[in-house]
Antibody, heavy 119, light 107 residues
Framework: QVQLVQSGPEVKKPGASVKISCQAS????????IHWVRQAPGQGLEWMGV????????RLAQKFQGGVTMTSDTSTRTVYLEFNSLKFDDTAVYYC????????????WGQGTLVTVSS | DIQMTQSPSVMSASVGDRVTITCRAS??????LAWFQQKSGRVPQRLIY???SLQSGVPSRFSGSGSGTEFTLTINSLQPEDFATYYC?????????FGGGTKVEIK
């Protein structure tokens, strides 16, 4: 069945980097974009950006430009979200979700990865 | 950027009630809107896509309507498992934007 499986929780210090992953299965990987959504503790959902595994391209929300990188590896069917210098307010659960337009927007989500930034 | 204004932010309701949640877009988004349910500590689940199409497996008491700038999620005969937070998402243009969420609490 269609699944997005994310990597496990991370605990990092401010200024550190972290790379979390989202591995797809059960569908043609390059046919779908992968989005990343952030949810800070007790807060709502926030769209961060989208990766196109077929083209290897990324579009980021302005807020995250310069602070995060999204990449993909078609050989492992995995999309990555990397932070280069974590801040305390990056503490959140990060979800990946897929879409290919039409009626498939965000029909499948990963289970979420908790990133905790603490000194 | 398109702003999505969702209301109310919190509501109290009883089992059996009819619940209506609204999302208003700051500009025309056609029917490029989805609704999600998120229970505490769980992954969001899609309920409605294309503004009014019911996701497979979702109970028929959930329905969506609207187009352009005004959208509604209706839950007919609220059930105990429906107490959760609901979000709308516009995917008409980037950056995608979510509504602020509506928490449906037990009265």
């Amino acid at each position: 069945q269609v699944q997005l499986v994310q990597s496990g929780p991370e605990v990092k210090k401010p200024g550190a980097s972290v790379k979390i992953s989202c591995q797809a299965s059960g569908y043609t990987f390059v046919d779908y974009y992968i989005h990343w959504v952030r949810q800070a503790p007790g807060q709502g959902l926030e769209w961060m950006g989208v990766n196109n595994p077929s083209a290897g391209s990324t579009r980021l929300a302005q807020k995250f430009q310069g602070g995060v990188t999204m990449t993909s590896d078609t050989s492992t069917r995995t999309v990555y979200l990397e932070f280069n210098s974590l801040k305390f307010d990056d503490t959140a659960v990060y979800y990946c979700a897929r879409d290919r337009g039409y009626d498939d927007w965000f029909d499948t989500w990963g289970q979420g990865t908790l990133v905790t930034v603490s000194s | 950027d398109i702003q999505m204004t969702q209301s109310p932010s919190v509501m109290s309701a009883s089992v059996g009630d009819r619940v209506t949640i609204t999302c208003r877009a700051s500009q025309d988004i056609s029917n490029h809107l989805a609704w999600f349910q998120q229970k505490s500590g769980r992954v969001p689940q899609r309920l409605i896509y294309a503004a009014s199409s019911l996701q497979s497996g979702v109970p028929s008491r959930f329905s969506g309507s609207g187009s352009g700038t005004e959208f509604t999620l209706t839950i007919n005969s609220l059930q105990p498992e429906d107490f959760a937070t609901y979000y709308c998402l516009q995917h008409n243009s980037y950056p995608l934007t979510f509504g602020g969420g509506t928490k449906v609490e037990i009265k």
